[in-house]
Structure formats: structure tokens, C-alpha cells
């Protein structure tokens, strides 16, 4: 329940436009969904549905941070430093590339639970069709994150022919 009451805030605070509060937020849900994915090992609905939850909130986490708009400033929450100063990318790469680590995991999850109860077993439509929509959010956040590079890259050359 706790990470859901997370989540949600941070929804409301993207919705208010308050992206670096909402990264720290999503952060601390991060880690929530991290140890929800540990303690559901084994129990392959369970597990499969916790580790869709984990990517979901880590792609969450990415559009946030791209949202927050600091690409050369440190992104500061209530005081404290959460993204050093021109390091967004990397954090938002290190993030994504746990996302889609964490989706390839849990198709697996899935997988193994269709194998076990098949694929008319409760619950496991409703969680293959999750997991696809979750997929396409990874997919249209990759189209964005490759923009945003072709951006940043676009920009430092720029510079560079300024100089």
C-alpha cells in the first residue's frame, strides 16, 4: 500500500509540474518496489505483477527526471543535492537501463508463471496485458531519451564551434 500512496503523490506532483520533488519522491518508491520484488521471489504472480510495478515506477522516475529540466545545474530537492551538476543523462541512463533489465525479469517471471498455472490461470491475462502497456511506455521513453541526446550532443557542438 505504501508505494501505491507514494506513486500516487508522485503522479499529483508531475501533474502540478513539481518534477524534482517528484523525483525524490519516485526515488523513495524505488526502493520500496525493490524490496516488495525481493520478498515475492518464488511466488510467480506475485513476483511477476511486483516487478512490473518496479519498471513502471523506474520509467516514472525517468520522465521526471527529464522533466525536471537540469541538465546543467544540480537538481536540489527540500535542500538536497539528488542529481549532481551535469549529470542528469547518466542518472536517467542508469535508471533506464534498470527499467528494461528489470521488464526482461519480469517477462521471464511471467513466463514461468503461464508454464505453471497457464495461460488462462487467474490473473495472468489481466498481467500480460500490464506488462505490454508497460513495454510501450519503455519504448516511447526510449524514443524520447534518444531526442534529448541528439539535443544535449547538438548543443555541446555548438558550443564547441563558438569557441
Known amino acids: 500500500l505504501l508505494p501505491r500512496c507514494i506513486s500516487g503523490y508522485s503522479d499529483l506532483l508531475i501533474t ?24 515475492n521471489e518464488g511466488n510467480l504472480g506475485e513476483e511477476a505483477k511486483s516487478r512490473r510495478l518496479l ?28 542529481v549532481p551538476e551535469g549529470e542528469m543523462m547518466d542518472y536517467i541512463s542508469g535508471y533506464y537501463q534498470r527499467a528494461r533489465d528489470e521488464l526482461q525479469k519480469c517477462i521471464y517471471s511471467l513466463g514461468r508463471w503461464i508454464s505453471a498455472c497457464g495461460k488462462d490461470g487467474e ?28 539535443e544535449l550532443e547538438d548543443r555541446e557542438d555548438d558550443v564547441v564551434m563558438e569557441t
Do not use: Y
Not at 523525483?23 to 525481493?38: H, M, P, S, W, Y
Not at 527526471?65 to 537538481?75: G, I, K, V
Not at 498481467?127 to 541526446?149: I, N, P, Y
Open 55 to 82: 519498471v513502471d515506477t523506474l520509467v516514472t522516475l525517468c520522465e521526471a527526471m527529464m522533466d525536471a529540466n537540469c541538465w546543467d545545474e544540480p537538481l536540489i530537492v527540500d535542500g538536497k543535492e539528488v
Open 123 to 150: 490473473g495472468v491475462r489481466e498481467e500480460k496485458e500490464m506488462c505490454c502497456q508497460v513495454s510501450v511506455l519503455m519504448m516511447a521513453f526510449d524514443g524520447r531519451l534518444k531526442g534529448k541526446r541528439r
Open 16 to 39: 502540478l509540474s513539481r518534477h524534482p520533488k517528484a523525483v525524490a519522491t519516485l526515488l523513495q518508491c524505488v526502493d520500496k518496489r525493490e524490496n516488495i520484488v525481493k520478498r
